[in-house]
């Protein structure tokens, strides 16, 4: 039996000639722009993309998942002549591609779902979600980041500063980086070696945001409370007063931690060791650009707001041209100016006149990000087959069609989740409801707290005096036994009185919340002690490993919903957690207890072990750190693991379809339709009919596996 041809490339399928519906006029003046230099350098455009083609490529780049069987079959069928820029249109305005786009700035940002802090990071991710799925001008998205301020349940955007937490140096790299295309971080120990930046420079440029402070969350950093705790520390009688009311509050207070940001006068300093003439060590450094015009702040201004103005003003054009070549390499798989963010007055980008447009399209568009995709996407050269051939460091491209490029490990997974479940998409948009709760108690906790004089502190703080006297002995008590018990060498009495240690500073914590809070809100808070619970996460989905369960598929044949499956499995999920090492920390148990849920709705990165990060997902340590580098794991993990069994068990949506059609021939089309969004060639389909007869129990599964291992399944074409 022969099964190599499964890995014969679409691009040498014989293509019919296709018609290209009327383009927008920006679209025509992207194709206009790039037909002059395929002339002037001898080249000829690629041939036009079949509707099996762009079908399947329009949904990875917008929706960030391969279409489903029916959706691929109506648009293929479809005879609507203007049904290309009809389904770009229904792509940009769906949840696919908030989903897809918070994917990809999550990597750009560096989203850390435990920023400092899990309801701190849930509220990013949510405010960027929310400004995808506004359609919130670029610019606008840009000064909101940069100068946000406050708590999380007021805004997420203050992640953006919780993120670095502690390095306002590094930040400042960051968001120029990011913002600006240009690296400047070699500038922070010393001048640039290959650009024009001082040290100074670099100084200067952090100074505008350097007076983030990320680490307060005492009384004194509450709205109304810092004139009296400097009058408390004014007064030596009042000392002892005040150690009092911090002590009492410090677990009232722990669920505040990382979740405020606040604007303060701090500026930076030069190094210790600073060696150049333009300056002396620990010199205090005055905001400056360090490029463009001024951003010096208006009277009554933040520094901040003058330095966003400046950013994203388009008259600063990195900034417009940044966003325009970031947009650009999403769609065509290659930036008209690579590296994306290590932009020097030197650089030139691959096609000048194209680039030159493109920014100026950005700023006509009043940085819609939606609005210029649009233009990318319904142009000829973006519906043209992807050139397959690899472009060299130094090489230029010449943008004939777009390039070939394999799936990111969002959209391997995604697609994944398309061919499991009925509705891959269900869930995306709601609300989190156990976060918004906690976000909201949270606020109630540092509103009641503000709004609670010193004096009344004091006063709650000595009220339980007397019963905390008591609790005070018996702490240090146990203390003394911990130290015998270790002396001793008595493990088990050691994990014993520590608990019960833990136990009685939760109790002297949870009297003090409940005196100052009342029952109902130190409730609300949390449990022992007032301590912030975990954050309620959105429901998961079914665990891989489930669907794999004879009772899941039982289930699903008595046609129960996905979330009345959800709570008849919850004995079996609860028994497959509790079992085997390393779930939950990059053991083996992380891949298949993977819920079915898109890539987006994760923890930002996944944990160890689970395919997205298997197939190069990023790490979040840097900027764009996501790889789609091939390697030996990855086939294992599509040859034989977990998820992969799943796409062709019994369980899975895919596979019940394929296996409902009526004929061998229209199991062979749902199998195409469903993995690579066309129909088998006539070759192909002698060949799966030998398969399907030397292996009349196992062939239709055979074909799925070993399509699923193909590149044309992980490349979009």
């Not at 580098?629 to 379809?657: H, I, K, M, W």
Request: aromatic content about 8%; glycine content about 8%.
């Amino acid at each position: 039996m022969k099964l190599h041809f499964l890995t014969t490339s679409l691009l040498t399928l014989c293509l019919s000639a296709s018609v290209f519906a009327a383009a927008l006029p920006e679209s025509s003046k992207i194709d206009t722009i790039l037909a002059k230099d395929w002339q002037k350098n001898g080249l000829k455009a690629n041939a036009a993309a079949p509707d099996e083609v762009f079908v399947r490529r329009v949904y990875l780049d917008v929706a960030g998942r391969i279409p489903t069987i029916e959706e691929a079959q109506t648009f293929i069928e479809s005879k609507d002549s203007d049904k290309r820029a009809k389904l770009i249109d229904e792509l940009l305005a769906s949840e696919g591609y908030v989903s897809h786009y918070f994917n990809y700035w999550a990597d750009v940002l560096r989203v850390l779902t435990d920023t400092k802090g899990a309801l701190t990071g849930q509220a990013y991710s949510a405010f960027i979600k929310d400004a995808l799925r506004k359609n919130k001008p670029f610019d606008q998205f840009t000064r909101e980041l940069v100068t946000s301020n406050g708590a999380a349940w007021e805004g997420g955007a203050m992640g953006f500063y919780m993120r670095d937490q502690g390095m306002p140096l590094d930040h400042l790299a960051t968001t120029v980086q990011v913002f600006l295309g240009t690296s400047i971080v070699c500038a922070q120990c010393h001048n640039h070696p290959f650009d024009k930046w001082s040290q100074m420079d670099y100084y200067h440029m952090a100074a505008f945001t350097y007076g983030v402070d990320a680490k307060g969350y005492g009384l004194g950093t509450m709205k109304g409370k810092s004139s009296e705790m400097a009058a408390l520390k004014r007064d030596p009688a009042k000392r002892a007063e005040m150690r009092v009311i911090g002590q009492s509050l410090q677990e009232v207070m722990k669920p505040l931690r990382y979740t405020m940001i606040r604007e303060t006068e701090a500026l930076p300093k030069l190094p210790h060791d600073y060696k150049y003439d333009n300056g002396k060590p620990n010199e205090q450094v005055q905001p400056r650009t360090m490029f463009g015009h001024d951003a010096t702040p208006l009277e009554g201004e933040d520094r901040r707001v003058a330095f966003a103005k400046w950013m994203t003003s388009p008259e600063n054009p990195r900034f417009t041209t940044v966003i325009a070549n970031r947009l650009w390499k999403q769609s065509m798989g290659l930036a008209l100016i690579e590296p994306l963010d290590e932009m020097m007055d030197s650089t030139v980008p691959s096609n000048p006149e194209l680039m030159d447009y493109l920014t100026q399209l950005m700023v006509d568009k009043k940085y819609d990000m939606k609005a210029y995709l649009r233009v990318v996407l319904n142009s000829d050269t973006y519906q043209r087959m992807a050139s397959p051939k690899g472009v060299a460091l130094g090489e230029t491209y010449h943008f004939t069609g777009p390039l070939l490029r394999r799936m990111t490990a969002e959209q391997t997974w995604d697609s994944l989740v398309t061919l499991l479940t009925a509705n891959p998409d269900r869930g995306l948009g709601e609300p989190n409801e156990g976060v918004e709760h906690r976000l909201a108690s949270l606020g109630k906790l540092y509103d009641t707290l503000a709004g609670k004089t010193t004096d009344e502190l004091l006063a709650s703080a000595k009220d339980l005096k007397g019963v905390n006297a008591e609790k005070d002995r018996r702490t240090e008590d146990l203390r003394k036994q911990v130290e015998a018990a270790k002396k001793a060498g008595n493990e088990d009495e050691v994990k014993r009185l520590n608990k019960e240690l833990v136990g009685m500073r939760y109790e002297k914590a949870k009297g003090f919340t409940v005196a100052l809070l009342g029952e109902e809100l130190a409730r609300e808070i949390g449990g022992k002690g007032g301590a912030a619970r975990k954050p309620v996460g959105r429901k998961s989905g079914v665990p891989v490993v489930a669907m794999r369960q004879p009772r899941f598929q039982e289930l699903q044949q008595e046609g129960l919903t996905p979330e009345q499956i959800q709570e008849k499995m919850a004995e079996s999920r609860q028994q497959t957690k509790g079992g085997g090492k390393g779930k939950g920390r990059g053991g083996k148990g992380d891949a298949q207890n993977a819920p079915l849920i898109r890539a987006s709705e994760e923890s930002s990165p996944s944990p160890r072990g689970h395919l997205l990060r298997l197939f190069g997902q990023s790490d979040r340590e840097t900027i764009s750190n996501a790889s789609t580098e091939a390697t030996v794991p990855q086939a294992l993990g599509l040859l034989n693991g977990t998820v992969a069994e799943a796409v062709y068990g019994p369980a899975s949506v895919f596979r019940q379809t394929v296996g409902a059609a009526p004929s061998a021939d229209a199991q062979m089309d749902a199998i195409y339709l469903g993995l690579l969004s066309r129909k088998p060639t006539a070759d192909e389909r002698t060949l799966l009919a030998d398969v399907a007869k030397d292996r009349p129990e196992t062939g239709i599964n055979d074909v799925i596996h070993a399509l699923l291992n193909t590149t044309q399944f992980l490349f979009i074409q």
